[in-house]
């Protein structure tokens, strides 16, 4: 199973560029998240999805935009990326909400984003 | 709001030691759930161990175990044995009644041969 993949693996943007983060899960998730990790700061939820057409602000929405139009499919947008935004992108997905262990969270490998 | 708080941003053990990580949380809810994620020099998040707000029992899984301390709020990470391989950060993390997932800043764990 390939689990959560993100595409593209690197990317170097110019100031004021946009670009498109694509996430897709094989498992048949309802839920999927965007986080952005930076140094020293943990893991920081930029939005999720908790099933297809639905989307929802996490803690740091702003600058960002998100589309779920298919189930597998969860694909994060830079409409004019600015050097602030320059960190690791995760992608996770899971069965559902609600505490119970078949709703642990699946990570992809990460996308590494250079604004300069 | 929840919080994470891990006070340790790094620590180190000798291969086959003991090591334990600390966390500490806070949260208004009662139906909640703990974890603990690794993260190795590949970047990929690995579900290491987690644990139900309601169950009373420390979690296990092999070598990594947990200490809640309900009452204190206290979710530390025990790992036994230390290995090469179990050099990472580690993050600890909550989710309540929403769908969020808040992390703590993590801990770089260096295990010494």
């Known amino acids: 199973n390939a689990g959560v993949t993100q595409t593209p693996k690197f990317r170097v943007l110019k100031t004021g560029q946009s670009m498109t983060l694509l996430c897709a899960q094989d498992m048949n998730h309802e839920y999927m998240y965007w986080y952005r990790q930076d140094p020293g700061m943990g893991l920081r939820l930029i939005h999720y999805s908790v099933g297809e057409g639905t989307t929802a602000k996490g803690e740091v929405p702003d600058g960002y935009n998100v589309s779920r139009l298919k189930k597998q499919n969860f694909l994060l947008g830079l409409e004019s990326a600015a050097p602030s935004q320059t960190s690791v992108y995760f992608c996770?997905?899971?069965?559902?909400?609600?505490?119970?262990?078949?709703?642990?969270?699946?990570f992809g490998a990460g996308t590494r984003l250079s604004v300069l | 709001a929840q919080t994470v708080t891990q006070s340790q941003p790094e620590m180190s053990v000798q291969e086959a030691e003991t090591v334990t990580l600390s966390c500490t949380y806070d949260t208004s809810e009662s139906d909640y759930y703990l974890f603990w994620y690794k993260q190795p020099p590949s970047r990929q998040m690995i579900l290491v161990i987690r644990q139900e707000a309601y169950k009373q029992q420390n979690a296990t899984e092999n070598r990594f175990s947990v200490n809640f301390q309900k009452a204190a709020k206290s979710f530390s990470l025990k790992i036994s044995d230390s290995q090469l391989g179990d050099a990472a950060m580690y993050f600890c993390?909550?989710?309540?009644?929403?769908?969020?997932?808040?992390f703590g800043k993590g801990t770089k764990l260096t295990v010494n041969p």
């Open positions: 993390g909550i989710r309540g009644g929403s769908e969020k997932l808040v």
């Open positions: 996770a997905s899971s069965y559902g909400g609600g505490n119970t262990a078949k709703n642990i969270q699946y």
